[in-house]
């Protein structure tokens, strides 16, 4: 299979280096607020590249995802609220959590936290210092960037280039204005850690660095997170490992393209932004996956209520075909007749070019019209075929939940709940949050239980209630 590496610029052949492990890293979260659209996107393009990896390659895939729970954004928003950096942190990291359970995302190998690792940043850092590669200001310690000649390899910049164009604050404690924070300096009331250097915390860009190399150790082989991390953060991250180590760091940088609403980037802050759960109110899981990987994950993607129910409805009708075909096999086990054999022998071919496209830098575009091809084919030959060859229907339905496994589709035990099945529980959901404001709590409990019946589980939760199916 063939990568775009930002690294190289290229298409470059992949393989895991001991042949059979994927050691793989995605940036995960600061945890100081919910998921916003744009966030999702590597949630899913990811995910559906581990289990794509793991599915039909067969390799097994170590997939680590950190959550940040110290950065200034949670100082600044606890400052705001009033609560304590850790309560808010582990509100928002619960949070993010029960999203991805809500998106029927599957959780990561390990998820490590920046709080945890605070005793191998200051390592790390210390080892810097003592090279001469990071130097120490009233407490502050930066990167020194005019130590390292590969400075800029993964953005393609020159450090002259970055110099002139440089919008990057300026400090007089910084020998030059590109050198960056490896460790603050505590100001009053913020969490603080002793280090050699006085008491702070960790900058952003380390952590990443000790995580990465302490959960996935020599498999070092794929790097991912959204295109807006390449410059600073992963130049950042491949500059402190250049100068701790002489072995190589990462050997595969993936980045996704950006969310798009309307003519602009989505932002939070142009304002432009929506949460995550707020579209899982009103579409299935299902749905959102296809969305998502319907564009290919390096080009931008234009969020719209429209693409969402496109997607909706090229969703629904692969699911009332497996529908239609679960039905009218129940209890058929016979063998097919020749026209039921030679359809069967025509499935191998789609199988195929799914995977062409998939190994082609992870082309889930051509992967979701090979499914839509499938069906086109299967409802053709449902159309003519006799009795006694329909049982061959059967392998064809479970193809298409092979093919759609990876991309999140298609599953039998995932929420098949149709949009507007979704949009009725989301009203109750309303009701039943407005009866307990009345402190109707009897009217509230009994409409919970009833859902319960039906096979809807709802879940209170920090950020409101949430719901899932349980049937069968
Ligand atoms: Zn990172």
């Known amino acids: ?280 109110e009103k579409h299935a899981a299902e749905t959102v996956w296809y969305f998502y990987l319907s564009r290919h994950y390096r080009k931008p993607l234009d969020f719209s209520e429209e693409g969402l129910e496109g997607a909706a409805a090229a969703v629904g009708r692969v699911r009332r075909l497996l529908d239609d075909v679960d039905a009218e096999l129940r209890g058929s086990a016979a063998e097919p007749g020749t026209a039921g054999r030679e359809f069967l022998d025509r499935l191998g071919a789609f199988r195929e070019r799914y995977v062409q496209a998939m190994d082609d830098d992870f082309n889930t575009v051509g992967g979701l019209g090979v499914i839509q091809e499938l069906v086109n084919e299967i409802n053709r030959f449902r159309a003519e075929a006799r009795d006694d060859d329909r049982c061959a229907l059967r392998a064809a339905a479970e193809l298409v939940r092979e093919l759609g496994y990876p991309l999140g589709l298609f599953q039998p035990h995932v929420q098949t709940g149709r949009d507007s099945e979704a949009e009725l529980i989301a009203l109750l959901i309303e009701l039943r949050a407005e009866l307990r404001a009345r402190k109707e709590f009897a009217l509230g409990d009994r409409i919970r239980d009833r859902l319960a019946e039906i096979g809807i589980v709802l879940k209170d939760t920090a950020q409101g209630t949430i719901w899932k199916s349980e049937a069968p």
């Open 1 to 280: 299979m063939r990568l775009y590496n930002t690294l190289t610029r290229s298409l470059d052949p992949f393989a895991p280096q001991d042949g059979s492990t994927v050691g793989m890293y995605v940036c995960g979260p600061t945890v100081y607020d919910h998921l916003h659209i744009g966030n999702v996107r590597p949630v899913l393009v990811f995910n559906a590249f581990r289990r794509y990896l793991e599915r039909f390659h067969g390799w097994r895939v170590v997939y680590v995802q950190n959550v940040t729970d110290v950065d200034d954004k949670l100082i600044q928003r606890a400052a705001e609220t009033g609560e304590s950096v850790p309560a808010l942190a582990r509100k928002y990291t619960d949070a993010y959590f029960a999203l991805l359970d809500a998106l029927g995302v599957d959780r990561p190998s390990a998820s490590p936290r920046a709080t945890e690792h605070i005793e191998e940043m200051i390592e790390l850092i210390s080892c810097m210092v003592k090279t001469g590669a990071a130097y120490v200001r009233d407490g502050d310690v930066y990167f020194r960037v005019s130590r390292d000649d590969e400075y800029g390899c993964l953005s393609g910049r020159s450090l002259e280039d970055q110099e002139a164009g440089s919008r990057v604050e300026v400090s007089d404690r910084k020998e030059n204005a590109l050198d960056f924070t490896l460790w603050k300096a505590a100001k009053p009331g913020e969490p603080e850690w002793p280090s050699p250097w006085g008491n702070g915390r960790p900058g952003w860009h380390t952590e990443c660095v000790v995580m990465s190399r302490k959960h996935l150790g020599e498999r070092l082989d794929i790097h991912a997170g959204g295109n807006d991390l390449v410059f600073p953060h992963h130049e950042n991250e491949i500059a402190q490992a250049r100068a701790t180590s002489d072995k190589p760091f990462f050997r595969f940088w993936l980045h996704n393209g950006m969310l798009h609403m309307g003519e602009q980037e989505m932002h939070k802050s142009l304002g432009n932004f929506r949460y995550a759960y707020e579209i899982l």
